[in-house]
T-cell receptor
């Protein structure tokens, strides 16, 4: 079963705008990760945030984690056409080997 | 570092046939994973290897599915007597087993269509 749920399911924005997507999960976690998937391809790791961290940045990406609400958000700033993809959150409940993925948010960036 | 390689990229088969997929992980990675992804969904865990040992199998992995990783290098996933419900993208991933915070490196997947 999938633990994470992303919201919204789909998002369409203009190039240069920011994109925000949220992830909620059900059980306690060791860390939470975000991945990107271009159509018909494999997933690419974007960023990992540990359960004792609240915010993390990587380039144009900003991730927050609220363990009390069991939720995370991913912000992509100054979006580009190349950011068009599906974004998945994945939770690691410990052991580091079995990630549970949500159903993803499909982001379309219009030029 | 050539990344995780999967073969074939696409497989079309008739119901009842057997199929086998291959995954070559990143060479120094000890851990290898198989996931299955259906349209509009995220990947679902199938099984996991630490070197050559298969340490966990999901309940999703019926008796028709078998995975091997001989010598702890490449891995194969075989599906016997395929059913239409097996149609999905089969993703392989590997990780270096450096600690608790593992990030996975995925291959491009094998898209299976069962007619």
């Amino acid at each position: 079963s999938q633990q994470g749920e992303e919201d919204p399911q789909a998002l369409s924005i203009q190039e240069g705008e920011n994109a925000t997507m949220n992830c909620s999960y059900k059980t306690s976690i060791n860390n939470l990760q975000w991945y990107r998937q271009n159509s018909g391809r494999g997933l690419v790791h974007l960023i990992l945030i540990r359960s004792n961290e609240r915010e993390k940045h990587s380039g144009r990406l900003r991730v927050t984690l609220d363990t009390s609400k069991k939720s995370s958000s991913l912000l992509i700033t100054a979006s580009r056409a190349a950011d068009t993809a599906s974004y998945f959150c994945a939770t690691d409940r410990g052991g580091g080997y079995k990630l549970s993925f949500g159903a993803g948010t499909t982001v379309t960036v219009r030029a | 570092d050539t990344g995780v390689s999967q073969d074939p990229r696409h497989k079309i088969t008739k119901r009842g046939q057997n199929v086998t997929f291959r995954c070559d992980p990143i060479s120094e990675h000890n851990r290898l994973y198989w996931y299955r992804q259906t349209l509009g969904q995220g990947p679902e865990f199938l099984t996991y290897f630490q070197n050559e040992a298969q340490l966990e199998k999901s309940r999703l992995l019926s008796d028709r599915f078998s995975a091997e990783r001989p010598k702890g290098s490449f891995s194969t996933l075989e599906i016997q007597r395929t059913e239409q419900g097996d149609s999905a993208m089969y993703l392989c991933a590997s990780s270096p087993s450096e600690g608790l915070d593992e990030k996975l490196f995925f291959g491009s997947g094998t898209q299976l269509s069962v007619l």
